[in-house]
T-cell receptor, first 110, second 113 residues
Framework: LAKTTQPISMDSYEGQEVNITCSHN???????ITWYQQFPSQGPRFIIQ???TKVTNEVASLFIPADRKSSTLSLPRVSLSDTAVYYC???????????FGQGTTLQVKP | DSGVTQTPKHLITATGQRVTLRCSPR?????VYWYQQSLDQGLQFLIQ???????AKGNILERFSAQQFPDLHSELNLSSLELGDSALYFC????????????FGPGTRLTVT
């Protein structure tokens, strides 16, 4: 079964760039890697998805190396409102099960 | 607002009982996913349906079952409830069956006493 590993927590200051890495092995070769943001008592919210190399949208960038054994979510110039839990989501290569990382709690300080 | 609705918002019930959680996906989305979130287990994938058919199964207990109806809404049935089933249950929907961009509902908080 695919296994994911994320840092449990990270601290940052407003205006800094934050990079959160998720390690994942044995993921489905044809599935995208997606990242979600969750605030307390709310459902996760889609941030970005990618298959390989680099993807950028209006809120984040996602870097995926060629071996797809990890992915890094990059949040440019974070603000206090970016304080949340961030999850990676991958598909298991053998079973098709969807697996969320354990989540990284990002605390942004003024 | 993600466009995904879940009812009820809160549910309190006793051990041994059975409950049904309901989910309406975003308009046009064919895929529905169910997840369980608890403090000790994090976000756990339970099951996925695509256009009425079961697509993938996760860590769903035998006491739990789900279905997706012709109008694409979905129900998650939890029976013989135990204290450990207390959790937030999320439904999500997406256009396609691959694990791409999913839109999550607000969740149903289940408390088993």
């Amino acid at each position: 079964l695919a296994k994911t590993t994320q840092p449990i927590s990270m601290d940052s200051y407003e205006g800094q760039e934050v990079n959160i890495t998720c390690s994942h092995n044995n993921i489905a070769t044809n599935d995208y890697i997606t990242w979600y943001q969750q605030f307390p008592s709310q459902g996760p919210r889609f941030i970005i998805q990618g298959y390989k190399t680099k993807v950028t949208n209006e809120v984040a960038s996602l870097f995926i190396p060629a071996d797809r054994k990890s992915s890094t979510l990059s949040l440019p110039r974070v603000s206090l409102s970016d304080t949340a839990v961030y999850y990676c989501l991958v598909g298991d290569g053998n079973t098709g099960k969807l697996i969320f990382g354990q989540g990284t709690t990002l605390q942004v300080k003024p | 607002d993600s466009g995904v609705t879940q009812t009820p918002k809160h549910l309190i019930t006793a051990t041994g009982q059975r409950v049904t959680l309901r989910c309406s996906p975003r308009s046009g989305d064919l895929s529905v996913y169910w997840y369980q979130q608890s403090l000790d287990q994090g976000l756990q994938f339970l099951i996925q349906y695509y256009n009425g058919e079961e697509r993938a199964k996760g860590n769903i207990l035998e006491r739990f079952s789900a279905q997706q109806f012709p109008d694409l809404h979905s129900e998650l049935n939890l029976s013989s409830l135990e204290l450990g089933d207390s959790a937030l249950y999320f439904c999500a929907s997406s256009e396609r069956f691959e694990a791409y961009e999913q839109y999550f509902g607000p969740g149903t908080r289940l408390t088993v006493t």
